[in-house]
T-cell receptor, first 114, second 112 residues
Framework: DAEITQSPRHKITETGRQVTLACHQT?????MFWYRQDLGHGLRLIHY???????NKGEVSDGYSVSRSNTEDLPLTLESAASSQTSVYFC?????????????FGPGTRLTVL | DQQVKQNSPSLSVQEGRISILNCDYT??????FLWYKKYPAEGPTFLIS???IKDKNEDGRFTVFLNKSAKHLSLHIVPSQPGDSAVYFC???????????WGAGTKLIIKP
């Protein structure tokens, strides 16, 4: 069955370190998204991609970067982790451009920055 | 400034009764609305959606109502079942940027 996976599921790191969260989907979807979920805020869009070599900034992109070298993967990098980036991170994918089509989500990565 | 608001952080309902989850929005440019359901330690899963040209959409036990003049939508679950206990997110998009804007979620607890 097609799926979307995230790794690691839990990560503890220190302030200032570079961290990369992996996202891998086997749906063969063109569109991939990264969100963060914080209490009281719902999900907020960090970065998104509509295809290989395409990346775009979302609402809360500062301090994060992504690259898309193939269809299946969209890794999220925190250049220099800050305590404000402690959150739960969700990766998602969908078939067509935009959000009118259902997005399929991974299980999430809980990141703690000490 | 939250454009999509779910003002009830939690809701407790007796099994078999109706659950009504509410969502308000401020941006009149939103033209499509979605509800997602989330269990602990899992990602959200799509539940039901509605276009702004409609006022109701039904799928089995789930019905979403849209009141554009009030900028309000609601999700009705009838009858409520124990497996419905989860966090429900309301989300909206506009044709201008195609990005999902999410509410903070409502935790639904179904009591036996």
């Amino acid at each position: 069955d097609a799926e979307i996976t995230q790794s690691p599921r839990h990560k503890i790191t220190e302030t200032g370190r570079q961290v990369t969260l992996a996202c891998h989907q086997t749906w063969n979807h063109n569109n991939m998204f990264w969100y963060r979920q914080d209490l009281g805020h719902g999900l907020r869009l960090i970065h998104y991609s509509y295809g290989v070599h395409d990346t775009n900034k979302g609402e809360v992109s500062d301090g994060y970067s992504v690259s898309r070298s193939n269809t299946e993967d969209l890794p999220l990098t925190l250049e220099s982790a800050a305590s404000s980036q402690t959150s739960v991170y969700f990766c998602a994918s969908s078939t067509d451009r935009g959000a009118y089509n259902e997005q399929f989500f991974g299980p999430g990565t809980r990141l703690t920055v000490l | 400034d939250q454009q999509v608001k779910q003002n009830s952080p939690s809701l407790s309902v007796q099994e078999g009764r109706i659950s009504i989850l509410n969502c308000d929005y401020t941006n009149s440019m939103f033209d499509y609305f979605l509800w997602y359901k989330k269990y602990p330690a899992e990602g959200p899963t799509f539940l039901i959606s509605i276009s702004s040209i409609k006022d109701k959409n039904e799928d089995g036990r789930f019905t979403v109502f849209l009141n554009k003049s009030a900028k309000h939508l609601s999700l009705h679950i009838v009858p409520s079942q124990p497996g419905d206990s989860a966090v429900y997110f309301c989300a909206a998009i506009s044709g201008s940027n195609y990005q999902l804007i999410w509410g903070a979620g409502t935790k639904l607890i179904i009591k036996p």
